[in-house]
């Protein structure tokens, strides 16, 4: 059974740092480029950084660049985006995925509030 489960949100206040992690099971993990979704309350949900499967390449949103790393440890099937410089406006659900062809995976979220 496939299996993406984000940790590591919670209540930060602004400036500050959380680095939110992605485990995953019941598929070949290492193959699959895996990303970062966000959505806040009222928005569509958007593509906040990606990682190719061997973590070669990486790609981020223009309002996290410089401020927001992706990376991923194939050894041990996780995903880990590193947030610094937190602002109000990155208050969301981030939700990890993986991606291979027409295969797509999605975790359930975790909720990341940046305070003023």
């Known amino acids: 059974q496939v299996q993406l489960v984000e940790s590591g949100g919670g209540l930060v206040q602004a400036g500050g740092s959380l680095r939110l992690s992605c485990a995953a099971s019941?598929?070949?993990?290492?193959?699959?480029?895996m990303s970062w979704y966000r959505q806040a309350p009222g928005k569509e949900r958007e593509l906040v950084a990606r990682?190719?499967?061997?973590?070669?390449?990486?790609a981020y949103a223009d309002s996290v660049k410089g401020r927001f790393t992706i990376s991923r440890d194939n050894a041990k099937d996780m995903v880990y985006l590193q947030m610094n410089s937190l602002k109000p406006e990155d208050t969301a659900v981030y939700y990890c995925?993986?991606?291979?062809?027409?295969?797509?995976?999605w975790g359930q979220g975790t909720l990341v509030t940046v305070s003023s």
């Open positions: 995925k993986a991606a291979r062809g027409v295969l797509d995976y």
């Open positions: 019941g598929f070949i993990f290492s193959i699959y480029a």
């Open positions: 990682i190719s499967s061997a973590g070669g390449s990486t």
